[in-house]
């Protein structure tokens, strides 16, 4: 059920990343060829970037998709490696707390006050906090999920992740 949740949240993100690309091409244009433009383009942009970066988290997580750097943790043993994967679930669970608490807090003043931004149409702010709050708290749901799938993992005695010193599971850049 939570993959299909992080799908669709990651298909959401990509029809902002469409519509950004849509909405900035005609403002350009109309701006270009007919000095006018689309009324609170910035607002928009500004929303639409919030889903194209928070939405993709959970499924980003998932497929374990995260930068990393492994200049000195690929030459600890496997089982020191598996360990630091917990605790870089652990670190993210702790540095997502934070933001979910204030997200929850914005989004429920906002919808409270009933904001909306400044301009030629008066767009409500709703929108982009609640987006923000959905986008974090499913990361952080798909974390605690998955370290304590990744303890029971290391306690049956098994790798969490694949062996990075084969060859054929690097990625050519």
């Not at 750097?69 to 670190?91: A, C, H, K, N, Y």
């Not at 904001?115 to 798909?142: A, T």
């Given at each position: 059920?939570l993959s299909?949740i992080e ?5 959401l ?10 909405l ?10 007919f000095?006018?433009?689309?009324p ?16 993709p ?6 497929a374990r ?12 043993p496997?089982r ?5 994967v917990?605790l ?14 204030a997200?929850?807090?914005e ?6 006050s009933?904001?909306?931004?400044f301009?030629q149409?008066n ?8 987006i923000?709050l ?6 952080w ?9 990744d303890?029971r ?15 054929e ?5």
């Amino acid at each position: 059920m939570l993959s299909r949740i992080e799908s669709f949240l990651l298909n959401l993100a990509a029809l902002a990343v469409i519509g950004l690309g849509l909405l900035i091409t005609s403002s350009v244009l109309l701006r270009a060829l007919f000095n006018s433009g689309i009324p609170d383009t910035i607002n928009m942009v500004r929303e639409l970037m919030v889903a194209a970066i928070v939405l993709p988290l959970a499924a980003t997580a998932a497929a374990r998709g995260n930068i990393v750097v492994e200049v000195l943790s690929e030459r600890l043993p496997p089982r020191t490696q598996d360990w630091l994967v917990v605790l870089g679930s652990i670190v993210g669970l702790l540095a997502l707390a934070p933001l979910i608490w204030a997200g929850w807090k914005e989004a429920v003043h906002t919808l409270q006050s009933g904001s909306y931004f400044f301009g030629q149409l008066n767009l409500p702010k709703w929108p982009g906090r609640v987006i923000f709050l959905f986008g974090v708290s499913f990361c952080w749901l798909r974390l605690a999920i998955q370290m304590v799938g990744d303890i029971r993992t290391i306690r049956a005695g098994r790798r969490v992740l694949i062996d990075p010193s084969r060859p054929e599971h690097h990625e050519e850049v």
